[in-house]
């Protein structure tokens, strides 16, 4: 499995896995296990980068069942947390990070419609972090671009986990998910279910995938997004 302090490249499709020892991904936005205030990251590595606050869309918390529950975000100048009601089993987020454009070989967080750009793109992430497993990791819960694990019981180490990929609640066939970051030469392509069967490994993993579809307005050229699924193995 690669370290997470690797740098990892980025990419359409991507599934990433951290060891115990730690991990690192292109550009994401997640929310950590440990808690009770579970901080909200984004960025390369397992600490996380500043952010603007503003990107944060929603936060969400489920009950085991699936029944939402209470969450207070609290943000600070560069990042926030999340506490949820004790009976949360999963946690869900919506990050937008904005609009990018290229202009002059630089990428920079605005829109196409920017004097000189050539491209443009609109990020928007979305995470889902585990806290106890149940009916609920293999309920869709309703975020645009999302992981589903098949089984509500909790993985053990060397284990495969099998998952489903939706785009707009429908299964997305032909998504490529990598076992342990873009340098996989073996990277596992999902069904025409959406479905991926993936090998994890003691301690904290990430599963990750990415699609991009067209934008309908001047401000960029695609939408690019990215989910995630954050989980301990024992």
């Not at 003691?202 to 579809?213: D, F, I, K």
Request: negative net charge; aromatic residues 6%; hydrophobic residues 40%.
């Amino acid at each position: 499995m690669m370290n997470i302090m690797n740098v990892m490249k980025s990419g359409v499709a991507l599934c990433l896995l951290w060891g115990a020892s730690g991990s690192a991904w292109a550009h994401d936005a997640w929310i950590a296990i440990d808690g009770p205030a579970h901080a909200v990251r984004y960025g390369h590595t397992a600490a996380g980068d500043p952010y603007d606050p503003a990107k944060i869309r929603q936060v969400r918390a489920w009950s085991a069942n699936g029944d939402p529950v209470a969450v207070a975000v609290e943000r600070s100048a560069d990042g926030a947390t999340a506490t949820p009601a004790s009976d949360a089993a999963v946690l869900t987020l919506d990050f937008d990070n904005g609009y990018w454009s290229r202009v002059g070989g630089q990428s920079r967080n605005e829109a196409r419609t920017v004097t000189g750009a050539a491209e443009g793109t609109q990020s928007l992430k979305y995470g889902k972090t585990v806290l106890s497993w149940g009916d609920v990791v293999t309920r869709p819960l309703g975020q645009p671009l999302e992981l589903v694990a098949v089984s509500a019981t909790a993985p053990r180490d060397r284990q495969k986990v099998n998952v489903q990929v939706l785009h707009e609640g429908r299964p997305l066939a032909g998504a490529r998910v990598y076992a342990g970051g873009h340098d996989d030469e073996a990277p596992v392509t999902t069904d025409a279910n959406g479905r991926a069967a993936i090998e994890v490994h003691r301690g904290t993993q990430m599963l990750g995938v990415a699609h991009s579809v067209a934008h309908d307005g001047p401000e960029a050229d695609r939408v690019n997004l990215s989910a995630n699924l954050l989980f301990k193995v024992e």
